[in-house]
C-alpha cells in the first residue's frame, strides 16, 4: 500500500503551480498536477510518481473546491443538464454517492470491492435521474467490484477485441473476393462468440453473435460488461459517484461549458488527472490463488479445483486466459469520442506490466503467454431462467444488455470480497453457485447434485482465491 | 402588458444573441482540404444568362459498392459523371465515367424511378429534362422515352419526387424558371411548374398537371411540413423575375388535386430571391425547419407556435439563431452575399445540425459582394450557430452554386463537393479536426442505410429517428430542395460523445419500427420487416 498523503504534497511541491495555496487548503492537492496524459513508455520514476498520484486522486475525499457535487448536471455518461438544481448535494441513491473512490472500493485494502452498504444504484441517468428510492423501477442496484489485476483484464478484452474484428475482416475479404457469404465462428483465446456471416456487397449478418456486442468490441467493466476501457470507466464514476467533471467529456469542446454542472469550479478534471486513475488501477496487482497453511484445506481446494472443472463452472469461469502483451497503453484503442482516443494523443502512454513486481509471479505457457488466472471468459451469458431467477431482479436493461444478463464475473479475489452477486446481496458462496440460472443452470445442478464433501471443496478453492495484499 | 412583455421578449433576444455572437465557438471545426484536381475532379459550369442559376450534382452509388458516386451538370459543357474510387479514410479518387452526351444540364437528382435494383438520374436542362435509365455498373442509358416522361422544353432548375401513399412509383415534381419565350421576358415571366403522377401500375409519367402559377422557382422540395404523415410540395422562387409572386407551398390534398395554401391557410406571403431549401428538426418536435437561401440574407422559418390549428405560418429565426449569413464573413466587404444551395448535416458530429450555405455573386451584379465564400455554420450546444468558414479552409473565391454534402471515404465525416460557375468544382475533404500532431477525428458518428422493400427500395419519405440519450434527431429521406443537387444514400449523424445510439424507422407507408441498439461509428443498413441491424464494413476497414 502506498502511503501517500503527505509524502505527495512535499514529493510534488516543486512541479505544481499550487505552491500559494496553503498546506491545510481544504482540496485535493494532487489534482491538475498532470495536465496532459503522460507520453509514452513510462520509465520507473516516471510510473512511481504517476502511481502515487493515481492512488492519492483515489483516496482523495473531493471537496467543493476541488469541484466535487454537480448541482446542474446528472450523473449520465453523456452531458445531460438536470431539469432543476438537485435538492441535496450528496444522495445515496442517485448521487453524488461518495466523497471517494475509495470510501466503495476498499475490501479488502484500497482499490478492493464494497459491502452491501456500498452498493450504488445505476440509472442512465436521462430520466428521473434524481429518484430517491431503492425501488427497482428506477435504478439497478449493483455491488462494488475490486479492481485488480484490471489492466490484465482490459488488455485481454482488447486482444480478443482484436481477434474478431481481424476474423470479421478475413470473411469479409473471402466474401468479396469469392463473391459468395461467408460464414465465420468467431473464436478467440477459446471462447466463442458465435458466428457471423459475411457477404460480398461488405454487409455483415450479425444475429448468430453471442456474449459480445455488435460492434465486437469486448468491454470488460462494470457486472454488465458495458465499458470498454478504465479510462471510461474512471470518467463515468468521477462523475456520477462524486460530480467531479473531466474536461475530455464534459469540456467545453462538447458542451460549450467549462463549468458544465455550474458548481463555479471549471474544468475540474484534467487529462493528466484521468491518466494518473488509469494507471494506478491498471497496476493494481492481480489476485493471485493462495496457499494455506492447513494442510486439511490444501487438500480440500485440491479437490474443490477438480471439480470446479468437472461440474463445468470452468467452461465460463475459465481458469487463465493467455496474454501475449504486458503493455497496458492509455488510451485504449477502442474508445470513442467524450473519452480520449489514442488517435488524439501522438504518444500514448504506456505501462509495461511486466515490470512490476506482482507480475513476476504470473505463469507464463510455452509460448511465452502470460497466463492470466482471471476466472472468467470476458464474455456476457444469460443467468436465470423459469426456476432459478434469483439473480432476475432488475428492471432494466443497462445499455443494450438485457437484465438476465450479465459479464461472467472474474473469480479471482472472490476469496477476499464478500459478498456476492451483483446485488452484493449474497452472503455466502454457497448461495451464489445456487442463485446460478439460465447459460450456468447444468454447473449449478451439478454442485447442487455433488455429495456435501464435494461442495464444500468448491468452497475451499474459491477461498484460496485472494487479492495478493492479504497477505 | 402584453405589449410590455413582447418588448421584454425582444430585449432578451436581442441580448442573448449578442452575446451568442461574442461567445466564441468551442467546439471542434473540420478542417476541409480542397483537392478535387488531385481527386480526379475537372469540371466547370459554364454558359450565358441562362446558366446563372443552377450548376448542380448528383450523389448516388451507381456500382454497388456504397461509395457516392457523382453527376455534375456543366451547364453549356458537357455533363459529367464521376465514379467514386476513393480508399476508405484515404484520399479521394474519382474516376471519369461514361454516360451518354448532355449539354444544357443545370442541376441532376438520383431517382429510383422504377424500383429495380439500380439507381436513375434526372436531368434538369434548359429545355427537354432527361431521365437517365441506371442498367448497373455505373451505365446509364436515355430514357424518356422508356419511362413515358415528356421532358418539355422549359428551363428547369428545380426537382422533388416522394412516394404518395399507396403508389408504387414515385410523383415528380419539376421546378421552372423563366419562360424565355413569353413577351417581355424575363420579367414577370415565369414559367409554370409541372406535377407528374405516375400511372397505378407502371413506371409511366406521361401525366403531367401545371402547377400555375409559377413564380420562377429555383428549388422545389416535397415536405412533411406538419408531421401528419403526407407531403406537400414547397417551392422557394426567384423575386428577381416574379411579379407579384411569393413563396409556394401545395398541398397534395392526399393524392388529389393540388391546391395551394394561401393566406386563408395561414400561409403569410414571403418574397425573396429564393435560390435553395433545405429542412431539418431544430426543435425536436418533429417538424421541420427551413433554411432559405436568398441575396442578403437566409431565411429560417419555424412553424410559428401563435400560429391557428394546423395552418402553415411561419417565423423566421434566422437572427434569433444566427443564421442570417446576409454578407460575407471575411474579405472585408460590406454589401450582401448571394446564397444558393443549402444544405444541414453535421459537419464535426457532434451531434447538433449545421448548416451550409453555397454563395457566390450571380455573375457580376454590384451591389453583392463578388468575393462571396460559402458559409459553414456549426451548431453549437445553445442551438446557435457560429461562423466558421474560413477556419474550415471552405472560404474560396468562387462562385458556389449546387453541391453534395456526403461521406466520399468512409471515415464517417462528412466531406463537400461544390460546383461553381465558370470555376473548377470544388472537392473538400473532410480531414477532421485539427491538432498538434495534425489531425484527430472529432465527435463519433453513425450512418444509416434503409431498405423500404420491394417499392421505393430507399425509402424515400423514410423518417429515421436516432435517439442518444435525452437527444432526438431526425431526418427524412427526401429527394428535392438544395439547389439544383440530390443525393442519396447512407444518411450520416453526428454522435458526438455518445457512444450508442437508438434507431426508429418510420417507413414512408407510416408503419414505425421498434426502436434498434447500434454501436457510434459505424454504417448500418435497416431492412423493413428485419429488427435486427445489419453492419457494412467498407473495403479496407471491414
Known sequence: MRLVAAALLAALTPIVGWAE??????????????????????????????????????????????????????????????????????????????????????????????????????????????????????????????????????????????????????????????????????????????????????????????????????????????????????????????????????????????????????????????????????????????????????????????????????????????????????????????????????????????????????????????????????????????????????????????????????????????????????????????????????????????SKSNQQEIIAYLKTLRISEVD | MQSMSKTALASAALIATTAAADTPFTGDVPLYQEQAIEAGIDHHYTGGFEFFVGGGAASFDCNDDRLPDLFLAGGQNSAKLYINHSTTGGALAFVAGEIPTLTDVTGAYPINLDNDEHMDLIALRLGENIALRGLGGCRFETANKHFALDGGRDWTTGFSAIWEAGAQFPTLAFGNYIDRDAAGSPWGTCADNQLIRPQSDAADFSASTPLSPGYCSLSTMFTDWNNRGAFDLRITNDRQYHRGGQEQMWSLSGGGAPRLFTNRDGWQKLVIWGMGIAQTDLTGDGKPEYALSSMGDTMLQSLDAERDGDQPRYRDIAFDRGTTAHRPYTGGEVVPSTGWHTHFADFNNDARSDLFIAKGNVEAMPDFAKFDPDNLLLGDWRGQFSEQGAQAGIALDRRGRGAVVTDFNADGMLDLLVVNRDAPASLFRNLGVESADGHAPMGNFLAIELDNGAINPQAVGAKIVVKTGNLTQTHTVQIGGGHASGQIGFVHFGLGVAPRARVQIKWPDGKTSQFMRVFANNFIRIERDNPEPKYWYPQAQN
Open chain 1, 21 to 450: 495555496d496553503t498546506p491545510w487548503a481544504e482540496k485535493t492537492h494532487a489534482l491538475g498536477v498532470f495536465d496532459s496524459p503522460p507520453a509514452g513508455l513510462q520509465s520507473g520514476d516516471q510510473l512511481d510518481r504517476l502511481l502515487d498520484l493515481g492512488e492519492a486522486l483515489f483516496a482523495a475525499p473531493f471537496t467543493t473546491l476541488d469541484g466535487a457535487g454537480r448541482p446542474r448536471a446528472t450523473q449520465a455518461i453523456l452531458p445531460t443538464k438536470t431539469k432543476r438544481p438537485l435538492r441535496s448535494a450528496f444522495a445515496r441513491t442517485s448521487g453524488p454517492d461518495a466523497n471517494s473512490c475509495a470510501s466503495c472500493h476498499n475490501q479488502p485494502v484500497l482499490g478492493g470491492a464494497g459491502d452491501f452498504t456500498m452498493n450504488v444504484f445505476v440509472s442512465e441517468g436521462f430520466n428521473n435521474h434524481d429518484f430517491d428510492t431503492t425501488d427497482p423501477e428506477f435504478s439497478n442496484e449493483r455491488g462494488t467490484n475490486h479492481l485488480f489485476g484490471a489492466g490484465l483484464i482490459e488488455l485481454l478484452a482488447r486482444e480478443i477485441s482484436f481477434d474478431l474484428i481481424e476474423l470479421r475482416r478475413d470473411a469479409l475479404s473471402q466474401a468479396r473476393a469469392s463473391n459468395a457469404p461467408i460464414v465465420t465462428t468467431l473464436t478467440s483465446k477459446g471462447i466463442s462468440f458465435g458466428t457471423l456471416t459475411a457477404h460480398p456487397s461488405g454487409i455483415v449478418d450479425l444475429g448468430d453473435i453471442s456474449g459480445v456486442d455488435a460492434d465486437l468490441v469486448v468491454r470488460p467493466f462494470t457486472q454488465k460488461g458495458v465499458v470498454e476501457s478504465l479510462r471510461q470507466f474512471s470518467i463515468n464514476a468521477m462523475n456520477h459517484h462524486h460530480g467531479m467533471q473531466a474536461s475530455e467529456r464534459f469540456g467545453a469542446r462538447w458542451t460549450g461549458e467549462a463549468d458544465f454542472d455550474e458548481d463555479g469550479i471549471n474544468d475540474e478534471l484534467s487529462g493528466g488527472d484521468i491518466s494518473a486513475l488509469v494507471a494506478w488501477q491498471a497496476t493494481l496487482p492481480a489476485p493471485r490463488i493462495w496457499a494455506p497453511d492447513s494442510p486439511q484445506w490444501q487438500s480440500a481446494a485440491a479437490k474443490g479445483q477438480t471439480n470446479f472443472t468437472a461440474f463445468g463452472c470452468a467452461t465460463c469461469h475459465k481458469m487463465a486466459l493467455p496474454l501475449n502483451s504486458m503493455i497496458f497503453t492509455d488510451p485504449s484503442p477502442f474508445d470513442g469520442a467524450g473519452t480520449l482516443r489514442a488517435s488524439e494523443t501522438a504518444d500514448p502512454m504506456q505501462i509495461d506490466l511486466a515490470q512490476l513486481p506482482w507480475a513476476q509471479n504470473l505463469v507464463r505457457n510455452a509460448q511465452g503467454q502470460v497466463m492470466v488466472p482471471l476466472f472468467g471468459d470476458l464474455k456476457r451469458h444469460k443467468m436465470t431462467d423459469a426456476e432459478v431467477a434469483t439473480l432476475g431482479n432488475e428492471l432494466f436493461s443497462q445499455r443494450f444488455v438485457g437484465r438476465d444478463t450479465f459479464m461472467t464475473a472474474e473469480l479471482w479475489g472472490v476469496g477476499s470480497t464478500a459478498p456476492y452477486g451483483h446485488r452484493n446481496d449474497l452472503t455466502t458462496l454457497d448461495e451464489i453457485i445456487r442463485a446460478h440460472g439460465g447459460d450456468a443452470r447444468a454447473s449449478r445442478d451439478a454442485y447442487i447434485a455433488a
